[in-house]
């Protein structure tokens, strides 16, 4: 049965067993949202008139005194009679581009560091997205999801860049790294997520990346050198060991178009790369003000809140920084 979830003076019909962020986004109706899987709760909301059924919300997440006084998790509630939530706050309001299904072929799989791959996916029909945003992959012959963050900018529409992360006996990488070929069909649904690029700012960029945590931040960084080729951009990708470094070529390239972009590796296991250390650590180096700047960070939850600490000690506004966690797979 569908129960109608009202937000504000928005209304959305949500079909039997559909989460409520999944009934708004399908909608095209904006709501806070990261991972989609009940961890970061970043989608809770107040719920002020009727009921839901909480499903796998995990208590780490939304714990029983929060359910108690009205809470939920919107990636993972559905409603259980006609229900009303608290709107997002004003300056929470984002770019909403409708949810949906997809049907992709993979045209490339490549190996391009130790246990990490680009997958190139060609749709069937056009995504619309903004740079940075995630999509989610149906394993095949199952009903595992995965998250994947974009590394292509939404002038390409059709053709999707994945880097993917080899997590030993993961059913995902058993996949990606074992059975895939190119011509596979696969289901996609997107676009995901609140780790979008800031198109109406206009002065310098610092971006901080963590392993494949480089994704979205290329897909970024390519988009806005598209809007502004001589905006100043520090991209610093961190990695633990030289054999981690990829896609190094791609953005020496960029250098050389584009003057104001510094492209950084930081190996913080061994000897090698542009810096030795961690890229919080040659951040702060290499800045000494960043009042000015809008800050990007993507990476592991430990990566994205030293990196939030190096940018506010180099007094970066806190509304400037957006940040991407990897969340472990459900
Ligand atoms: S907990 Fe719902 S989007 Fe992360």
């Known amino acids: 049965m569908s129960y109608t979830v009202t937000t504000g003076t928005t209304s959305v019909d949500c079909g039997p067993e559909q989460p409520i962020l999944d ?3 399908r909608s095209g ?4 949202n990261s991972c989609n899987q009940g961890t970061c709760g970043t989608c809770r909301v107040k719920v002020h008139s009727g009921s839901v059924d909480h499903r796998n919300s995990p208590e780490g997440t939304l714990s029983q005194a929060e359910r108690s006084d009205g809470y939920a998790l919107a990636c993972q509630a559905t409603p259980c009679s006609d229900t009303s939530i608290d709107p997002p706050a004003a ?5 909403t581009h409708a949810l949906r299904d997809f049907v992709a072929t993979v045209s490339e799989v490549r190996d391009i560091a130790d246990d990490t791959r680009r997958v190139l996916l060609t749709l069937d029909e056009p995504l619309t997205f903004s740079a940075g945003q995630y999509v989610e992959v149906t394993v095949p012959g199952g009903s595992a999801k995965r998250q994947y963050s974009l590394a292509n900018p939404p002038t390409e529409p059709k053709l999707l860049e994945l880097h993917v992360r080899r997590q030993p006996g993961g059913v995902a990488s058993e996949w990606l790294f074992g ?3 190119v011509g596979d069909r ?4 997107g676009p995901y997520g609140d780790f979008t690029f800031d198109e109406d700012s206009t002065g310098p960029m610092a971006l901080l990346g963590g392993g494949t945590g480089l994704a979205p931040l290329k897909g970024i960084i390519r988009h806005a050198l598209a809007l502004d080729p001589e905006r100043e951009i520090l991209l610093y990708h961190g990695i633990r060991t030289c054999a981690d470094v990829y896609d190094a070529d791609f953005f020496r390239e960029l250098e050389d178009k584009h003057p104001g972009l510094r492209y950084v ?4 296991r061994e000897n090698g790369g542009d810096r030795e250390g961690y890229v919080t650590d040659a951040f702060v180096k290499d800045v ?3 009042k000015e700047f809008t800050g990007y960070i993507c990476g592991s939850e430990k990566f994205v809140e030293a990196a939030v600490k190096s940018f506010k000690r180099r007094r970066m ?11 472990a797979a459900g």
């Open 23 to 25: 009934a708004f986004l």
């Open 29 to 32: 109706v904006w709501m806070p």
């Open 91 to 95: 300056d929470e309001v984002a770019t």
């Open 179 to 181: 059975t895939v070929e």
């Open 186 to 189: 696969i289901d996609i649904t």
């Open 265 to 268: 590796t930081c190996v913080s």
């Open 288 to 290: 000494s003000s960043a």
């Open 317 to 327: 506004s806190p509304r400037r920084i957006r940040r991407e966690k990897f969340t």
